[in-house]
């Protein structure tokens, strides 16, 4: 793993936008794995930057989200999809046929599931990974004590990861339970991963995924058994592994 801890928030965003800047001017058809949630809302402010610039262009590039709530139809304002196309996807120009993200309100699960991960193959599988971490150490929505060699899926929601959404809704009852996400299998198959967290509250998880024990108690911490995987973090989120050293 390689490890890079720069000063604060808007760094993790500018190094996050530049490699996946390479990705793209190296192939130009390159295949995205994109996550949602807070940490990645400035690697995505700076893409769009750079399209604007004329420093990028999106229209061979293919898409693919990790997640999506079960239960909440695309157009519903907390489901990823909405998150999506209001934070970046209608910005630039992806194609819409290029971009790919889970049904949440799916009548047949596995089907859907199937489905995305026969797109994933068909497309040439990801050729880079952007990931967050919850405070729990999913990756995705890979809850602890899942197995580490699934693929997409429908999962349960833990009542931790429950209530640190519950900060995008008006309630924790209104969040959703259950999400679809693409397996721990699916994102080791990534050909390059990058991996994203900001502030003292990821401290302690940044650490056990750098230098803990591989375990489905964290599942970020399987990430240690895959090549090419830039581990972001600003000084709070390095505390703890800084400090080690
Ligand atoms: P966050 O979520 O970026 O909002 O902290 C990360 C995650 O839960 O994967």
């Not at 058809?29 to 949602?36: E, H, K, M, Q, R």
């Not at 009548?107 to 797109?119: F, H, R, S, T, V």
């Not at 497309?123 to 729990?136: A, K, M, V, W």
């Not at 999400?179 to 302690?204: E, P, S, Y």
Request: aromatic share 8%; hydrophobic share 40%; with cysteine.
């Amino acid at each position: 793993m390689k490890v890079v801890v720069v000063k604060n928030y808007n760094e993790i965003s500018f190094q996050a936008a530049q490699l996946i800047t390479d990705q793209i001017i190296n192939k130009k058809n390159s295949v995205l794995g994109l996550a949602t949630g807070s940490t990645p809302i400035g690697v995505y402010q700076e893409l769009i930057r750079k399209f604007q610039k004329g420093e990028l262009d999106f229209s061979k590039v293919v898409t693919f989200n990790l997640d999506e709530y079960y239960g909440l139809s695309p157009e519903h304002p907390q489901s990823y999809h909405f998150f999506m196309w209001n934070i970046l996807f209608k910005h630039i120009n992806l194609k819409k046929e290029n971009i790919h993200l889970l049904n949440g309100i799916t009548e047949n699960i596995a089907k859907e599931c199937k489905q995305y991960e026969d797109l994933i193959q068909k497309s040439g599988g990801i050729d880079l990974q952007i990931l967050g971490i919850g405070d729990n150490g999913h990756i995705g929505f890979n809850e602890p004590d899942i197995s580490l060699d699934t693929r997409t899926h429908l999962v349960n929601l833990t009542a931790k990861t429950i209530r640190a959404n519950s900060r995008f809704f008006n309630n924790a009852q209104e969040v959703p339970k259950q999400a679809i996400t693409m397996g721990i299998g699916t994102i080791m198959q990534a050909k390059k991963i990058i991996l994203l967290a900001n502030g003292k509250r990821k401290a302690r998880v940044v650490e056990r995924t750098i230098n803990g024990p591989i375990t489905t108690k964290v599942p970020a911490t399987v990430l240690q058994l895959h090549n090419d995987v830039t581990i972001i973090v600003d000084q709070e989120a390095a505390f703890q592994f800084a400090s080690q050293q």
